[in-house]
């Protein structure tokens, strides 16, 4: 099996004791699936350079009902059929990026419904926009892990074919974290590893989630968030928000919900057991060719 479908095969609808065993398998994971080296004498894999390494990280949790579901669904995918977003990637250095989406809820509950893609002209962005409208929803209930998205985010930035000069988890959801680890021990640990974090909270729910995801979830380089008024209003939002994480422009009118340029609040490391297996997962990536 490949890292990436072995990233993909994380996660699910599973019941808690399922759950459980996925935790003991996650802990294997180093000297299984994810250990496998070439054969001797076989050359190593190269990643492919690419400007920017990007994880749309998008909330499917119980507050999100199917309506809402749809209206992210089709944000993303007009998002990237939108011109705007071509003209910014032929805007970078390598003129690309790598793009994967995933759903979530719980701490352990995540499924890739677009899994790693290359982004460099007219063609791929619809077919990448194609995958997204065509994906259904895999995940209905689990709780609201911010933590376990962030988590998981840096797993599959792990084990990405493709090497990003920038590397971006964009998260966006209706709720604070209220499951698995607090959310700004995965930030800080993520922000740690080199990697910005991006918000897009929506504020239907919580109308104060726009601060929630201020002091606690986004981090890194550059990071900002867009508030979302309401559901409807969000393939506007992910349009700019896109357009700006990808030409690494703030958004002016979200300055003041900014403010640095980046937050490195240090972690007090303590992992829940779900979070070690992860990061011994995502050491065990980083030291394969």
Do not use: C
Not at 35 to 60: F, I, N, R
Not at 199 to 225: H, K, Q
Not at 276 to 289: C, E
């Amino acid at each position: 099996m490949s890292r990436t479908r072995a990233a993909r095969s994380l996660g699910g609808g599973l019941h808690a004791s399922a759950q459980r065993a996925l935790v003991a398998v996650l802990a294997l994971i180093p000297v299984t699936a994810l250990a496998q080296t070439p054969p001797p004498g076989s050359p190593a894999a190269a990643k492919t350079e690419v400007s920017v390494a990007l994880v749309l990280a998008v909330d499917t949790s119980f507050s999100v009902s199917n309506g809402r579901f749809e209206l992210q669904k089709q944000g993303y995918a007009a998002a990237f059929r939108n011109p705007q977003v071509l003209n910014a990637i032929r805007s970078l250095a390598t003129q690309s990026i790598a793009v994967a989406m995933f759903q979530w809820t719980g701490p352990l509950l995540h499924v890739v419904v677009a899994d790693w893609t290359p982004i460099k002209d007219q063609t791929s962005a619809n077919a990448f926009a194609d995958e997204i409208a065509a994906a259904p929803r895999r995940l209905f209930r689990g709780g609201t892990s911010i933590s376990g998205a962030i988590d998981y985010s840096r797993l599959l930035l792990a084990q990405s074919p493709f090497k990003g000069t920038r590397r971006i988890i964009d998260i966006s959801g209706d709720g604070s974290n209220n499951s698995g680890r607090p959310a700004t021990q995965a930030r800080d640990e993520a922000v740690a590893a080199g990697i910005s974090i991006n918000g897009l909270p929506i504020l239907t729910v919580e109308p104060g989630l726009d601060r929630y995801y201020y002091n606690n979830v986004i981090g890194g380089p550059g990071a900002f968030m867009i508030p979302v008024a309401n559901y409807d209003s969000f393939a506007d939002a992910i349009l700019k928000k896109l357009i700006s994480e990808i030409a690494a422009i703030r958004p002016r009118a979200n300055r003041s919900l900014t403010g640095q340029a980046s937050q490195t609040r240090q972690s007090l490391r303590q992992h829940s057991a779900a979070a070690a297996a992860i990061s011994s997962a995502i050491a065990a990536s980083a030291s394969l060719p």
